[in-house]
């Protein structure tokens, strides 16, 4: 095979699609009116502005007023954490649920809220990267202000078990957060249905632009504002709209949820294609869950192969991949994430995310197994640490 560009950095962000450009552009000019404005510029910035509040309402199933829009998934899981941190405070309740597996968003707010006097529970998933639902129940206290577990973790693709957990917090009258910035147009997300309270969307990972987001809050729960300032938003996120990136993401969310099975089944297939022929390789493994898991995730460890090495090699092959997480890569830490999930150090730092998108072809994915493989023969061909598996 001759050589190609394989863009396969999905879960790091995305291309903007064309129908989102195309609904982007216009606010930018002709649109251009400060929604807050009274006269018909701003009356038609903020026609627009509601319509992208109820395309987005509409793709997780809860209303355009439930709908905040934010910098991205970053800010949105701040706001979560720290503003449920408050609340739960106001009532006495200084201790919260989450994983070892979250966003840094989310875990670095813990660890700032603990040196605020609040407790943590980090729960630790199983081999395959999973938080059981019954975890989460023997974690919950009196005093338990916030449960936040990702709806599909970013690095190995494991789906959790989201309705469950919101079930039981529910039950037990507990704020359930969840982000779903990698999850959502892979699988159907209903707020409603599963009991979220509070639901991180980003705009960069599903073909809208970088710096924009969405925190989705249930009406009746009396989250405090983390931006201050104007009456923007329900005075609860003040700040001038972005209204061309707002736009945007209305367009993105419609466009991703329309046909989510059609779109998570082709992706699914080239999903499969393609670990089957990367497990392949010899001494290599998926890590993960093998069903329960993204459509678009293959995250592999290879033993005897360093991830940054395979990274640089594959890019000279036209490649775009990352290993581990994008905001974690150039720290020479393993990946959080597989380290929680019991892999060897070793392993961990010889990991490999691929993650496809919608412009992926099957001629990519047997262009990736091909030159994974030759990059990995490579690189373990002059490690001297590097033996060859046993041949039976
Ligand atoms: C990318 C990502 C974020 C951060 O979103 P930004 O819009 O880049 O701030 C948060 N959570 C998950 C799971 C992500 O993949």
Redesign the pocket.
Known sequence: MGNRFVYADN?ATTKVSESVLQAMLPMMTEHYGNPSSVHKMGREASRLLLQASGRSAESIGCKPNEIYFTS????S?NWAVRSAALLGEQQGKRHIVTTMIE?H?VLKCCRALEKQGFEVTYLRPDGSGLIGAEQVESALREDTCLVSV?TAN?EVGTIQPVAEIGGICRERGVLFHT?S??AVGSIPIDVAAMNIDML?L?G??IHAPKGV?ALYIRSGIALPPFILGGEQQRGRRAGTENTAGIVGLGQALADITKDISGRSERLARLRDRLAEGLLRIPETRLNGHPTQRLCSNVNLSLRGVEGESLLLMLETMGICASSGAACASGSLEPSHVLTAMGLPEELARGSLRLSLGDDTTEEDVDYIIEKVAAAAARIRGRSPLWTEPQKV
Do not use: F, I, L, P
């Not at 991205?72 to 800010?75: I, K, M, S």
């Open positions: 879960a991205g998934g970053t800010e899981d966003h968003a990702m970013n982000d910035v990698q991180s980003s960069h990972k987001g």
